[in-house]
């Protein structure tokens, strides 16, 4: 079940953010704590807890327009190349509940998951 958070009320303009691209349906900023040189979050409008709660509920409309509001901040902002990260939930490193995904690059990036 979807509970406000700290994506509600960026969406809701209650706290600002760096907006990088924004559509009927979905918004683009700027993550507070980069890991990369570029590091942009792309969320839906609407309430989503995480990607498989997206893609039960979201209209195809929503879906088309954040996979390709993806698509598009990645390769404007990144054409040298990037990563895009979808965590859910504890064991995936969610710390956010509202379903988004990292856009990452700007320089060469390391591995993608660190050995145990
Ligand atoms: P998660 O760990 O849920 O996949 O990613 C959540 C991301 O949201 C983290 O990378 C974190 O730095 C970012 N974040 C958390 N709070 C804020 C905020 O208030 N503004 C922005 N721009 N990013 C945030």
């Known amino acids: ?9 960026i969406i809701a303009g209650e706290i600002p953010c760096d907006k990088v691209y924004e559509s009927e349906y979905t918004l683009a ?3 507070i704590a980069p890991k990369a040189p570029t590091h942009i979050l792309v ?9 498989s709660d ?6 195809a409309d929503e879906m088309t327009d954040f996979y390709r509001s993806v698509a598009r901040v990645a390769d404007e ?16 490193g ?17 591995p993608k998951i660190v050995q145990e």
């Open 1 to 9: 079940m979807y509970h406000d958070n700290i994506f509600t009320r």
């Open 29 to 31: 900023f700027k993550d």
């Open 43 to 51: 969320i839906p409008k609407g309430k989503y807890v995480d990607f």
């Open 54 to 59: 997206f893609t039960a509920r979201a209209s």
């Open 94 to 110: 969610q710390e956010v509940p509202h379903f988004h995904a990292h856009i990452l690059g700007g320089r060469t990036l390391g």
């Open 77 to 92: 902002k990144l054409p040298g190349g990037h990563r895009i990260i979808i965590n859910t939930a504890k064991d995936g």
